[in-house]
């Protein structure tokens, strides 16, 4: 069950950017906007309850709902595009690892391109795959500020 695999790799890099990421971002510059401990762990904290949340909605639907379908293959698709930017390319740029990187392209990339491509792929329509991409990836970014303003929020930090 490669979607329980792929969650396991998901998990392990939101926890590998909850514990470094913030720390890094002081020197990120154009590559991460600063964030403090409790407001990036909030944030990364509800990013990951939402993977898992999607994983068993789709785990559920067992491919009956195609909108499910759509938006958990979006989802595997942002993370597998995670793993190249920003982590990657932050990483050859700074010349310095950046937290997510090895995770990022040692395991949700090829878990990732294993589900949508070989698992999925013979059932896939493109249109639709990169639909669910733009919708997943858009609602993920656009939640990040107010996720880590609400973070700093209850857990005043300055």
Known sequence: MFELLFLMSFTLHNLEEGIWLPKWSKNAGRYHQQVGNNEFRFAVMVVTVFGYILTFAFLVAENSNEVIKYLYLGFIMMMCFNSIFPHLI??????????????????????????????????????????????????????????FKLGRGLFNEC
């Open 90 to 147: 932050a990483t050859i740029f700074l010349k310095r690892y950046a937290p997510g990187t090895l995770t990022g392209v040692f395991l949700n990339l090829p878990i990732g391109l294993y589900l949508i491509f070989w698992q999925y792929g013979n059932q896939l329509e493109v249109n639709k795959l990169v639909i669910g991409f733009v919708v997943i990836a858009t609602a993920t970014l656009t939640s990040l500020r107010p996720l």
